[in-house]
């Protein structure tokens, strides 16, 4: 059974940086894996993805402030956050498409001074 881990969420200043991992086990192949987040009150969104060839795609509100990356002999992936706002205050979930869709269990992150 495919499970995927979060971990590193917290609260940080705006303008500061956190590090998000994810882990992945118990699959037999991946094709992407992405992070998404929902902040209070709204809809889930996607943040970053990228495929097991290393493509990476990032949605607007993030994009030069966030790095997604994987480390495939680890299976694990990262979400670099720098330079945050208040507005990246959410739960942030690991998402992965192999066989099936699968989602973590989710990790608070809290931007605020």
């Known amino acids: 059974q495919v499970q995927l881990v979060e971990s590193g969420g917290g609260s940080a200043q705006p303008g500061g940086s956190l590090r998000l991992s994810c882990e992945a086990s118990?699959?037999?192949?991946?094709?992407?894996m992405a992070w998404y987040r929902q902040a209070p009150g709204k809809q889930r969104e996607w943040v970053a993805t990228?495929?097991?060839?290393?493509?990476?795609y990032y949605a607007d509100s993030v994009k030069k402030r966030f790095t997604i990356s994987q480390d495939n002999a680890k299976r694990m992936v990262y979400l670099q956050m720098n330079t945050l706002t208040p507005e990246d205050t959410a739960v942030y979930y690991c998402?992965?498409?192999?066989?099936?869709?699968?989602w973590g269990q989710g990790t608070q992150v809290t931007v605020s001074s």
């Open positions: 998402y992965a498409v192999g066989s099936s869709e699968y």
């Open positions: 990228v495929t097991t060839g290393g493509s990476t």
């Open positions: 118990g699959y037999s192949f991946l094709v992407r």
